[in-house]
């Protein structure tokens, strides 16, 4: 088998998580989050740009009876316009690490991911094999998909809810949505949004 021949055999191998493999950036993010409790702002809209990077792993990894294939992945989002937070134009304010991993046997795809602000998010659902939009949640409380989040933000911020939506555009462009829901100490259930249209760059 040539290279190529290996190298479209093991991307046919990662199910849905096939078409994500490659480098995104995206320009036109929309963030909607809460303002600063101690103000009782409301939701305020900033832009921000941002690029994902999706590199496969190879050979699959066997977790015992399961055969995992895994994506890593690195996301970074920077301000498009400065915003009332006194965050400027072009300031990083976002990053997360993890891994996107399919289960061919039951179909499962998992976003597991860590974001330095001391929380982790197991997002997941099943996907068909082909399918080109996916939708992944975690949940506050569920021991698979799950949040785990460090005790300031349990205590002021406590993210009960997860949401992620996906969809791939034939090989060129993703779209999401991300749904972040917030139990804000003082405030109640608050969501902060983001959407954003990505475009292959390798």
């Not at 191998?13 to 409301?42: C, F, H, R």
């Not at 740009?49 to 190879?58: D, K, L, M, P």
């Amino acid at each position: 088998m040539s290279n190529q021949q290996e190298s479209n055999a093991n991307i046919i191998n990662y199910g849905p998580l096939a078409g994500l493999i490659g480098v995104w950036e995206g320009n036109g993010g929309t963030d909607i989050s809460p303002g600063m409790p101690d103000q009782m702002k409301t939701d305020t809209e900033r832009s921000y740009r941002e690029r994902w990077v999706f590199e496969a792993i190879s050979p699959p990894v066997e977790n015992h009876d399961q055969k995992l294939r895994q994506i890593v992945c690195d996301t970074h989002a920077w301000r498009g316009t400065p915003s009332t937070a006194e965050k400027h134009a072009g300031e990083a304010f976002h990053a997360q690490r993890g891994y996107w991993i399919w289960d061919s046997a039951t179909g499962m795809v998992l976003n597991s991911f860590a974001v330095p602000r001391g929380i982790v998010i197991n997002a997941g659902g099943t996907v068909k094999p082909d399918a080109t939009s996916f939708e992944l949640v975690a949940q506050a409380g569920s021991e698979t998909y799950g949040i785990c989040q460090n005790p300031f933000l349990l205590e002021s911020f406590k993210v009960v809810r997860y949401i992620l939506k996906v969809k791939l555009n034939g090989k060129d462009s993703i779209d999401y949505e991300q749904d972040t829901q917030l139990q804000i100490k003082g405030r109640g259930l608050m969501h902060h949004t983001d959407a954003n249209h990505l475009k292959r760059v390798s």
